[in-house]
């Protein structure tokens, strides 16, 4: 039960760090562009597609709990709404003329959105509860008895 519940809040932290790993790994991506070209190589909008729906997945799945897929993605978001903001220095690194890094901003809460709503779709297996062996009995008393007479 102990060792259950810590393994559980392992895979909470491990899903919280994954997050914050592919939100800084992909704000760094988006101002790549084709080599030896002007056109941006939307590899950090792949990266958010794919991988914000695994994450809640991955959330789900080693929690246990349907509401933990929040946490990954409230630090994925704050991670990049901080990224689109300026530095004290004034620097950017998603910018205004920079496609790739307006729609992974768009686009990444909505495919944790889609990831949340999957993970509430699923339904995970019911434990199974002891058989009480009184059970059919209990009922077929419960059955045959007249409303108004205790038993």
Known sequence: MILDRLL??????VAVGLAASFAVYGAFLVP???????IRM???LVFALVGNPLLTWFAYEATGH????????AVWCGIWLAASGRTTEGDLLVTGDNWVGLWTLFVGPLAFALGMYLAMLSRRPAREEPV????????????????????
């Open 8 to 13: 559980r809040i392992a895979g909470g932290v």
């Open 32 to 38: 790549l562009y084709f080599p030896g070209s002007d």
């Open 42 to 44: 939307p590899v950090a």
């Open 66 to 73: 349907r509401l933990a897929v929040l946490a990954p993605a």
């Open 132 to 151: 009480n062996s009184a059970a059919p009995e209990m009922a077929a008393a419960n059955i045959l008895r007249e409303p108004g007479r205790s038993g």
